[in-house]
């Protein structure tokens, strides 16, 4: 089974600051991951998938990153509706998520 | 516009069953496969499964084989999840998603209590 970390658990951030979030897999994903936000009481919003290619609809200040095992999802800027929490998920074999990253406002 | 409708919420006892549905809209059904996804109280998201909608393909996460079945019907473009002998770990927030991962239900709560 492959496993994804994500790093930090919690980041605090003001809004105007740049946001730089992890995912780390155990194994190879080549480019198979993909990145969502989530609020609460809402379902996931796909964000990021094929390691960069950006959803439809999905601001220009959100850009992904990386290969293989290790990942980047980056907020140039953050707006107030970013704070939210951001899993990440691979689809190489099957289609574990990370455990998440809590974006929170400082 | 694309859309994935889900069944209501559902209290279960244990070793109970729970049969969720999603019905699908707003695409042709057959193009995207479906798949679901868990979230239980204040955690994260849990992948549990995959369903080809166009042959009935499955693939399910090793945790959850043999106590689920994902199950499609074309004449209604609707999927349905089932999850045999329920226990309070799987109290949880059940969503369907597209594929692609780009349209999502807004999610089926089961509770498993006694």
């Known amino acids: 089974e492959v496993v994804l970390t994500q790093s930090p658990a919690t980041l605090s951030l003001s809004p105007g600051e740049r946001a730089t979030l992890s995912c780390r897999a155990s194994q190879s994903l080549n480019s198979y991951l993909a990145w969502y936000q989530q609020k609460p009481g809402q379902p996931p919003r796909l964000l990021i998938y094929?390691?960069?290619i950006r959803a439809t609809g999905v601001p220009a200040r959100f850009s992904g990153s990386g290969s293989g095992t290790d990942f980047t999802l980056t907020i140039s800027s953050l707006e107030p509706e970013d704070f939210a929490v951001y899993y990440c998920?691979?689809?190489?074999?099957?289609?574990?998520f990370g455990q998440g990253t809590k974006l929170e406002i400082k | 516009q694309v859309q994935l409708v889900q069944s209501g919420a559902e209290v279960k006892k244990p070793g109970a069953s729970v049969k969720v549905s999603c019905k699908a809209s707003?695409?042709?059904?057959?193009?995207?496969?479906i798949s679901w996804v868990r979230q239980a109280p204040g955690q994260g998201l849990e992948w549990m499964g995959w369903?080809?909608?166009?042959?009935?393909?499955?693939e399910y996460a090793e945790r959850f084989d043999g106590r689920v079945t994902m199950t499609s019907d074309t004449r209604t473009s609707t999927v349905y999840m089932e999850l045999r002998s329920l226990t309070s770990a799987d109290t949880a927030v059940y969503f369907c998603?597209?594929?692609?991962?780009?349209?999502w239900g807004r999610g089926s709560l089961v509770i498993v209590s006694s």
């Open positions: 369903i080809s909608v166009r042959d009935n393909n499955t």
């Open positions: 998920q691979q689809r190489t074999n099957r289609g574990t």
């Open positions: 094929d390691a960069s």
């Open positions: 707003g695409y042709t059904f057959r193009t995207y496969g």
């Open positions: 998603a597209r594929g692609t991962y780009d349209y």
